[in-house]
């Protein structure tokens, strides 16, 4: 799975090539789904109307319309300004089928992937869309481009020219088989719209694309609009056809979710993805909802649910002790939680790959009990004798007995309360910290946790800040504990260096928000990225989630598995929905208003 939040699942089968020579897709494992003569995702009404205008919100605010760079906060919905070599079948678990690209080759022994340009592709301004745009694209993401990007490209030794309109990508190595499909989702930028510029700083004038939509209007910080190309190259490509049905999209800045649910209800926008489950339990028992004006429903989906927690930051010395990162976990009580605040509305995390066949669980045997055996590493004792569970209660508000056993390891940990206070006892170091948010939906359930944490002897603040503060603090690693959700996807790969490896530990900007580093890890995650088949991914994730879990980097929170969603009842949608995504792209407008 990509960085920018794609998800990218895989065929339940076994390894196979990535894909033949010369093929109209790749898939990482299996066959494609879709013939090189199909005429459209299945999931789409390729006679779907066409126009309308639709505004959707945004919590914050933004400063830059360059999505590339860590520099900044870019303004929702840049992604559809930006076509990329693949288009992924979000019916489809990891394939991915040409969209600037006609045809792709892999290499026999997976070495490299050659892509050749359709000769039609443009850009906005009608300029075609070069080999050399893809050359200059790849190395400037790669050398000033955001640190995930260099991570995740990391294998991919160079890119060169091979044929009038075709682009070869080099690998270092030919054990991992994800990278022709990395390399599919990069995004091809103008290198004449780019040359007199630092890409390295943001930019705030509308950029030079070749997507569906272009930037029509910012209003900055406070709106963002984009407007259907009427010309667009690829509209009538089969990977695109029954998308990008309205005319305009404006993504609207709300200060937080409690004026954004308001200005909702008001009718300043038309869709809204609840994730707040005092919101959907409460705030839409309202006429319009009951008239069949605003339509509340909840739509089912097969993504795993990744890792929604308390991130701790281990970097900071008084976290740098499990035990101590474990204690913490016992003074959060998600049951009283879910049935206080939630309306048991949702499942407790107990993995970091949630909801899917990754997921360790029980003790280890067979083939992941012999992965985690042969790490020339420490692991804890618990990876193999404990399955592993967060602290748990009967809901009704009593922690006595999970307080008491955090004192416990504290205390193996060195750490004894003096009056009323946590105190180290040999630096005399008092236990405080911050807990970092940007949405203030948060401190709801924050707050009764900073009050169990006083019972131990801490003080525990909550901050919350603006989103570009926020951002920035994020990319600095600039806190000690903060509300993080990492996704995965069925096809973990490359992005879990970018989660968990030492490497990004030290890398600002990566998603390593807990500071994890630890050779096992490491060693994981480079068997996972070159595991040889299904079963042996599925094996080496399971591993690597168990010795995440025991590192106790984190306090988990909960899971949904469905998209909760109102909306303003203009709308009209495929009778199928995508099994990975909500496929709002897939929507349009009602032809005639009620």
């Given at each position: ?190 290198r004449h719209d780019w040359e007199d510029r630092d890409f ?63 200005a909702f209800k008001a009718d300043e926008y038309d869709l ?95 083939r992941e009990l012999e992965i985690l055996e042969s790490l ?219």
């Amino acid at each position: 799975m990509l960085f920018n939040g794609r998800i990218l699942p895989l065929l339940l089968s076994l390894f196979a090539a990535p894909v033949m020579a010369g093929e109209h897709g790749i898939a990482l494992h299996g066959d494609l789904r879709y013939p090189p003569n199909f005429s459209h995702f299945e999931y789409v009404n390729p006679d779907a109307p066409r126009g309308g205008n639709v505004r959707l919100s945004a919590l914050g605010t933004f400063d830059s319309l360059h999505p590339f760079i860590l520099r900044g906060v870019s303004a929702a919905g840049m992604s559809q300004v930006f076509d990329t070599l693949t288009e992924q079948a979000m019916d489809e678990p990891f394939s991915e089928y040409g969209l600037l690209a006609s045809r792709i080759e892999v290499a026999d022994d997976n070495s490299w992937v050659r892509f050749e340009l359709r000769p039609e592709a443009r850009f906005h301004d009608g300029e075609p869309i070069t080999v050399e745009d893809v050359i200059w694209t790849f190395n400037k993401l790669k050398q000033e481009g955001h640190p995930a990007y260099r991570m995740y490209y990391a294998e991919v030794q160079r890119a060169e020219k091979a044929g009038d309109h075709a682009v070869r990508f080099h690998f270092e190595g030919t054990d991992n088989a994800e990278l022709p499909l990395i390399i599919g989702q990069m995004p091809v930028l103008p290198r004449h719209d780019w040359e007199d510029r630092d890409f390295a700083r943001t930019r705030t004038d509308p950029p030079l694309g070749s997507g569906p939509y272009r930037v029509s209007r910012v209003d900055p910080g406070r709106s963002v609009t984009y407007e259907r190309v009427d010309d667009y190259w690829a509209k009538d490509l089969p990977v695109n056809r029954g998308r990008y049905n309205f005319d305009r999209i404006r993504y609207d800045y709300y200060r937080d979710a409690t004026v954004a649910v308001e200005a909702f209800k008001a009718d300043e926008y038309d869709l809204r993805q609840e994730n707040i489950a005092r919101n959907w339990a409460t705030q839409y028992d309202i006429a319009a909802v009951r008239d069949g004006r605003m339509i509340k429903e909840e739509i089912s989906h097969s993504i795993p649910t990744g890792m929604q927690a308390f991130f701790i930051n281990s970097r900071r010395s008084k976290f740098s002790d499990p035990r101590v990162r474990k204690a913490l976990a016992y003074a959060f009580d998600f049951e009283w939680t879910n049935r206080t605040l939630f309306n048991d509305s949702y499942a407790r995390t107990t993995s970091f790959f949630s909801n899917s066949e990754l997921a360790s669980s029980g003790l280890p045997d067979g083939r992941e009990l012999e992965i985690l055996e042969s790490l020339d590493a420490e692991l804890p004792e618990q990876v193999f004798m404990e399955p592993y569970q967060p602290p748990s209660t009967d809901g009704d508000g009593g922690l006595r007995a999970n307080l008491r056993r955090a004192l416990n390891l504290l205390g193996e940990a060195g750490w004894e309360v003096r009056g009323n206070t946590l105190t180290h006892t040999e630096s005399g170091e008092e236990m405080n910290f911050t807990i970092l948010l940007d949405n203030p939906a948060f401190e709801r359930v924050v707050l009764p946790f900073t009050n169990n944490l006083k019972r131990l002897g801490i003080e525990a603040r909550v901050r919350t800040v603006d989103t570009s503060q926020y951002q920035n603090r994020m990319d600095e690693f600039d806190f000690d504990l903060t509300v993080q959700l990492v996704g995965q996807s069925l096809s973990p790969g490359n992005e879990q260096r970018g989660y968990w490896s030492c490497a990004a530990a030290e890398t600002p900007g990566s998603r390593n928000y807990a500071g994890v580093c630890d050779p096992a890890v490491d060693a994981l995650i480079e068997q996972l990225v070159n595991a040889r088949g299904r079963e042996e991914l599925v094996h080496t994730t399971r591993a690597l989630d168990r010795v995440l879990l025991w590192g106790h980097y984190v306090v988990p929170h909960w899971h949904l598995r469905s998209f909760r969603l109102v909306y303003w009842a203009r709308f009209e949608r495929p009778e199928t929905s995508p099994k990975y995504s909500l496929g709002f792209d897939t929507w349009w407008m009602k032809t005639e208003q009620e």
